[in-house]
Every structure is written in C-alpha cells, then in structure tokens.
C-alpha cells in the first residue's frame, strides 16, 4: 500500500507558489480597472488555487491555511508583480522555466497526496493535473476569461500529465517517491519548455471548427442577400455532425476528387 506523499522543503514550495503568483499579477496587470486588492486576489488565486482545489477534492484541509506564510507570499509577489511589471518581463524566461517547475512539483505533490490516500490510479492522475494547472484555471474564471487550459495553446495540461504519468509507473516499479517526484517535475518542465520554444499545442476539433466556418459564411451569405433583394432568408439550416464527417470522408476519396 502506498503511504508516502512527495515532499519538498518549505522554501521551494514557497517559491514555487510566489512565482505562480507573480505570474498571475503581471497577466493581472494588463487589464484596466483592477484596484491592488484585486490583483492580491489573482495572485493568491494561481498561487495556491491548485492546491486548494486538489485539497478540497481530497477533502483535507488546505496546504495555503496550515502556515501564514503561504498567503504572505503570495500576496506579496502579486504586489510586486503589479508594481514592477517592466522589471518581471525582461527576467519572462526564468520566471517560465520557474513556472514549469513549480507545475511538475504541484502535479507530484497532487498526485502521491491522492495515492496515499487510497485513491485509484486514474483519479490520482486527475488529481495531479487538477493541482497543476488549477491556478490557471481560477485566474480565467475570476478574469471571466476563457480558461486557457481548454483551448489550442502551450500544453500546460499535458506536460503534467506526462510528468504525473511517468510519476506513477516509476511508483509501480517501487522507485522511492522521492525519485519518481524528481522525474515528475523534470519531465514537466521539459515537455512545457518544448512547448513553448516550439509553439507545441493539441489540434484543435476541426467538426466543431467547421461548423462555426459554415454558419459564418450563411450569415455572410444571407446579409449580401439582404443587401441586394431587401429580404433576407430565414432560418439559416446548419448541417449535422454526421453529414460533415460522411462530407470529410467524400472529400479525402478518389471518386470526390
């Protein structure tokens, strides 16, 4: 049975919740009409939302309410964040690498925290990723922004899936947590900083994509129509997915062509 969460010192969790903080002041930053206490709830959010999130699922008492330094920091860094966002931005490449760390510590922590608690493999899995982009996530939500992590961009999600992945087989293997921990966060933090020196992200979902194409160029169609004739023609019919799919299959066969 496993028993044993990965842990790390004190200082390095505080760091890595400071700079998810700091991250979130300088995205912050960028919007008008956000006073400081504004900016001090986005940081606290990214710093230590996705362990509170993961903590809530868990239904444990959360990591950020069991030391005063936790919102200290935090609060903090969104601060400076806010007040020196010039000085951040020419130092924006260790404070990614710093984030891309601190998302494979955050997924590791998550996942074994989980996996002690008698949790199966794949709603650990889930866990972790939960814990690693969760920050994020609150940050879109409070913006009333899309949340980033659902659409085509750099693969925070995925680089802690791989790294919780590879966390859970070492595990299997009964590799000390601490090792496999290290492994978590070093694939992580590879699989991110590829993605972002080469603009890696998923594909998009071409049905629904095809579907917003087509009713843009009905509506195109029915305005030139109206322009012309007066009237205009209503409804506007959008095909199914089934007749897109039977359509994408037409166009990729010999006799379509």
Known sequence: MFDETFRIPLAIDLTAVGVGSLQGALFAAGFKRIDLLGVAFIGVA???????????????????????????????????????????????????????????????IGTTKALALGLP???????????????????????????????????????????????????????????????????????????????WSLPEQRAISRIRLRRQRQVEQAIEEALHTGTITMPIVLPDLDDLDDEADGEGSPTAR
């Open 121 to 199: 493999v794949a709603p650990a899995l889930f866990i972790g990723v939960v814990s690693a982009v969760g920050g994020g996530a609150l940050r879109d939500v409070m913006l009333n922004l899309p949340i980033a992590v659902m659409h085509v961009g750099s693969l925070y999600a995925v680089a802690g899936l791989a790294g919780v992945s590879v966390l859970t087989v070492l595990l299997a293997f009964e590799v000390p947590v601490v090792f496999a921990g290290i492994a978590c966060v070093a694939v992580t933090t590879i699989v991110r900083l590829l993605a972002v020196r080469f603009g």
């Open 46 to 108: 990214v710093g230590v939302g996705g362990g509170f999130l993961r903590d809530i699922l868990l239904g444990t008492t959360p990591a950020a309410f069991s030391d005063n330094l936790y919102l200290i920091v935090t609060v903090g860094a969104a601060l400076l964040g806010m007040l020196l966002p010039r000085l951040f931005r020419r130092l924006d490449p260790l404070i990614t690498l710093l984030d891309a760390i601190s998302i494979g510590m955050f997924g590791a």
